[in-house]
């Protein structure tokens, strides 16, 4: 899949509560929290219904959010809903984003797999880091219009994700040590494609 983005240059609130949390937001319009929204061909980030809500319509594009933060070792947990659109999708979390070509991606679908993923500058598309490099199937994935509890952590070369407080996964990389954290939306059909986010917090290892 190739990718697109856009990254917030805007002044921001804090949100955090240190030093249990380095960054919470509930998107219940109190603060700011810096996320980059727009609307263009293709994909859509707008805060609606207190959530991020990420609309995708081109099949095979990546799009996402940052709240153009740097973190290092993160724990990232939201609540990811997929509120229409084909169960043929991708969506999740990002950390250590240095750019729009460099970062590690966290991925479940609406059918029931799951991946990591790298980005990175010399390669046009996503490798994935998951056993045979493509997605795997977990029943530990509620699908369809559902909504999953995702983390993703990022601890020195260990990346690992959980869905719905189950592991999943645990590759090693050493390539990005640190960066943004982000949401990520995508549609593998020629269908538009809704997901939201809520309750995004990062905190230490």
């Known amino acids: 899949m190739s990718a697109a983005c856009r990254q917030s240059d805007k002044e921001s609130d ?3 509560d240190p030093p249990e949390i380095l960054f919470f937001d509930d998107f219940n319009g109190e603060q700011d929290c810096g996320w980059a929204t727009y609307n263009r061909g293709g994909g859509i980030a707008e805060i609606e219904n ?18 153009a933060r740097d973190f290092d070792d993160v724990v990232i947990r939201a609540e990811a809903r ?3 659109g084909s169960n043929d999708n991708a969506y999740g979390l990002i950390c250590r984003y240095q750019n729009e070509e460099n970062f590690y991606i966290f991925l479940i679908s609406g059918d029931g797999y ?3 993923g790298k980005y990175q500058s010399g390669s046009e598309n996503v490798q994935y880091l998951t056993g045979d490099g493509q997605f795997q199937q977990s029943d530990t994935i509620n699908t369809g219009v559902a909504s999953n509890e995702m983390q993703a952590s990022c601890v020195g070369n260990d990346l690992t994700l959980e869905v719905n407080g189950t592991p999943l996964l645990t590759v090693t990389d050493p390539t990005f ?6 949401l990520a ?12 986010f809520d309750n995004v917090q990062v905190t230490p290892p």
């Not at 040590?177 to 982000?182: A, E, F, M």
């Not at 939306?185 to 939201?196: D, M, R, Y």
């Open 14 to 16: 804090t949100c955090d």
């Open 114 to 116: 799951y991946a990591i």
């Open 177 to 182: 040590v640190t960066g943004d954290i982000g």
């Open 50 to 67: 207190a959530a991020m809500q990420l609309t995708v319509s081109q099949p095979g594009q990546v799009w996402w959010t940052n709240p």
């Open 185 to 196: 939306a995508s549609t593998l059909q020629a269908e538009t494609g809704v997901i939201e």
């Open 82 to 84: 997929q509120v229409s």
